[in-house]
């Protein structure tokens, strides 16, 4: 019997990344020079918010997506905190309501006008002290309206209820600091990867630690639950400090299903899931890449698809919620790419190509 290749038919195998033209980017941002690993930028079907380099306190902009081209250098800004702005999140309940975190150990809550700011904002909504140092993560629950979490330089993750303005519940499992949490789909399970190589599963209601993965040979940096098939996928650095991905059974964190290297490149890799289409982005800081694959619930569980390629490097990648999509050009992810050399905020849409 002669062998033959295994083709795979997917429905996605084409999908190619589409750049917006000039005139419908956002051009002349003073984009943030801070080293931390996050996005510094925040997308809605309203507004864009990003990070900027300020003098004396950390201060984002908020612009209307709909004032694309050159923002003039004196745009309003949002500019309450006293230190360096760390991570913003737009509540996906509210539209014109923002959280954001900074070096000043404090969380604080925005409420952005309609038709976005007339002048720069220094009053906010809500600050909320909980943390003894620094504060660099915030994601709001995935299902309940104004409930909050914050992790810090302190190791803790404090659960808000924003209602009261107060923390309902402390999560104190970690021995380092806390870079990257995850939900899962209806917010029952938080998944953390920590500075200590450790990959855990706690139940936000309790606190407990369910799961908890030492890696060894796969240092943990970014972790994303994919969707509702009780996996989890982090991004990291293997023994030979290359980067890769590793698949996990969120019932089972005792070894991986599968390691996979990717490039032997030093920027962090971020990991972006589309439950919908059952596809996975990894987006590279510091290189112009966005690889694509679909994820599958028999092996090789990871198929890679096609990886969109630009020369300009990325600081960070804010992602467009599904209902903001333009389904009428087939468009099944919006990207928004910060590209700090040249201070511009540029749309990358993926799109499926149909007859």
């Known amino acids: 019997m002669s062998w033959r290749p295994q083709y795979r038919s997917s429905k996605f195998r084409n999908v190619y990344g589409k750049v917006a033209s000039r005139e419908h ?12 690993d996050n996005h510094f930028c925040a997308v809605n079907t309203r507004f864009l918010a990003i990070v900027t380099e300020s003098a004396g306190g950390g201060s984002f902009l908020v612009i209307p997506l709909e004032r694309t081209g050159r923002i003039e250098p004196n745009y309003p800004k949002v500019c309450g905190h006293q230190g360096n702005v760390l991570d913003i999140k737009w509540n996906p309940f509210i539209e014109n309501i923002i959280a954001s975190c900074s070096e000043d150990a404090s969380v604080r809550i925005w409420e952005i006008p309609e038709g976005g700011l007339k002048k720069n904002m220094t009053e906010a909504v809500l600050e909320l002290y909980g943390h003894s140092r620094r504060v660099g993560l915030v994601e709001w629950h995935p299902t309940t309206n104004n409930i909050l979490f914050s992790a810090g330089y302190d190791y803790k993750v404090l659960i808000w209820n924003l209602d009261i303005g107060e923390p309902v519940k402390m999560i104190d499992c ?86 996979e290297e990717i490039d032997g490149l030093s920027g962090l890799l971020f990991p972006f ?31 890679y698809l096609m990886e969109f390629r630009s020369p300009a490097p990325q600081k960070g990648l804010g992602v467009m919620p599904k209902h903001g999509l333009d389904v009428s050009a087939c468009e099944v992810f919006r990207f928004y790419k910060l590209i700090t050399l040249k201070g511009l905020i540029e749309p990358i849409s993926m799109i499926v190509p149909r007859r």
Not at 25 to 36: A, L, Q, S, Y
Not at 203 to 226: D, I, M, T, Y
Not at 291 to 301: L, Q
């Open 174 to 259: 970690h021995t380092d600091v806390i870079l990257c949490m995850s939900f899962n789909t209806d917010g029952s399970l938080l998944a953390t990867t920590c500075k200590d190589k450790k990959l855990r599963v706690v139940e936000p209601r309790s606190g407990r630690v369910l799961q908890e993965a030492s890696c060894k040979n796969h240092r943990v940096n970014r972790v994303v639950f994919l969707g509702s098939t009780k996996r989890l996928l982090t991004t990291g650095v293997s023994r030979w400090n290359t980067r890769q991905i590793a698949l996990w059974d969120q019932e089972d964190l005792s070894m991986p299903l599968i390691e």
């Open 25 to 36: 980017c956002f051009d002349g941002i003073p984009i943030t020079k801070n080293v931390h």
């Open 273 to 303: 899931y589309d439950a919908d289409t059952h596809m996975l982005y990894l987006a590279g800081k510091g290189d112009g890449n966005i690889r694509y694959y679909e994820i599958g619930s028999e092996k090789p569980y990871v198929s």
